[in-house]
């Protein structure tokens, strides 16, 4: 290449740049949030001592992100040499990476939406093991990575004829798909595997999404109905401020039903009568104290004996009335509040691998159209792609950094977790600031 050639060549690729910071930007931008933030949650489920397969997932998928971000850090350095990229070693190493990490966060979604699957629609089946989990991601990873090992042989650094303002013609090279005729076979092989696996993806989403949100619906409205049955049932739960309002509501109707049957209040009144006996037998013998006793030993004794009545009657209650005692109580309570709390993170960390599955889709969704109807122009002024074109195709980017965004808004342990280590960042930043001053 001759001096004039390459300072026109040179002229062409600053025009390009020029053309192409509102992408650089952008992609910075998602590139940068992603490393950030998918580096805090790493550390997150990487610190956490009692692991699930789910976390397991989710902490994969996370580490995959965050070296997703750091393999396309390439990109950003590629749109400042588009048109004058000759390294071949490093075209091929940089596809065949971008295609693997990007296709591990595709599969570690499924795993993800698998287990979702299992956990929420079959709540009694046995939970897949820490060891089962690893090896299934050490196995996806494994696939992914030989499925993007072709791209070796496909990808290469492309001749192309840029037509100068002088009506000259000179030679740039970009890196993208090879254009020889002896590959053609196998790029066509390639892409038919990637639109079936994407395809067979896209199925599994729809699929195990679809029952669990079913299956959410409905365990929602049976709850919904069995607490109403129970607030109907637990009429004895009376406030204080409701006592007087309520105990006028129940003489009225005592009175209807008297109107109505007149052997009720004789029913009512015996019943009455024996609680009204029973308690005063009960409060005699609380209160009896030999007083008249003039042996003092036999005093304490009783006394003992009446507290230690009273004792068991509190913690075990009344077997005549069936009535719940203090103890037996807070045990029911405190197993229904760790089952409520139970149920309520399966169902938000539910939520939160469906909004990431609904949101990678998104992501996705410009890249494959773009791919589909956009084709690069290897003859003209050196403006391969248009910078919309550009950010399309780059779009699955932001699936890495829209992915620790929902984990702050679904995950209150995750986000406690980032405000206190930003917390403690901020604070040493400002100790050594003002030690500086």
Known sequence: MGFREKTELDTVNQRNTKEYIPAIVVISIVLSSGLILNSFASLFY???????????????????????????????????????????AACKLFYVLKHWFVGNSLFFMVAIGFDRYRTVCFPFSKALTLRTAWCVILGLSVFSLGISVSLFSTTDIVRMNITTSHNSTIHGHTCTFSESENLQTLRVINHFVDVSLHGIILSLFVFFYTFITRKLIITRKKVKGNVSGKLKMEVYKIGSAEHSEITSDISTKCEEISEE?????????????????????????????????????????????????????????????????????????????????????????????????????????????????????????????????????????????????????????????????????????????????
């Open 46 to 88: 990487g610190r956490q001592t009692r692991k699930s397969a789910f976390q397991i997932f989710v902490l994969s998928l996370s580490v995959n992100f965050l070296i997703t971000n750091l393999v396309l850090l390439h990109d950003i350095v590629e749109l400042f040499y588009f048109v004058q990229y000759e390294s071949v």
């Open 261 to 437: 049957h007149p052997h009720a209040n004789t029913d009512i009144s015996m019943g009455n009568r024996h609680k009204e006996q029973s308690t005063k037998q009960f409060n005699e013998k609380m209160t009896n104290t030999p007083s008249n006793n003039k042996n003092p030993g036999l005093f304490n004794l009783a006394n003992k004996k009446n507290h230690d009545e009273r004792t068991e009657i509190v913690n075990n209650g009344n077997i005549e009335t069936g009535e719940t005692g203090v103890g037996r109580s807070k045990d029911t309570l405190s197993r229904k509040k760790r089952a409520k709390n139970k149920s309520r993170w399966e169902r938000r960390i539910t939520i939160m691998a469906t909004v990431k599955t609904v949101s990678s889709i998104a992501c996705f969704v410009p890249f494959y159209v773009s791919m589909m109807i956009i084709t690069p122009k290897l003859h003209g002024d050196g403006l391969v792609l248009d910078v919309g074109s550009i950010i399309a195709r780059r779009s699955f980017m932001l699936n890495s950094a829209i992915n620790p965004i929902i984990m702050i808004i679904f995950n209150d342990a995750f986000r406690q977790y980032l405000k206190g280590t930003l917390h403690k960042v901020t604070s040493k930043f400002r100790v050594s600031y003002r030690s500086f001053k």
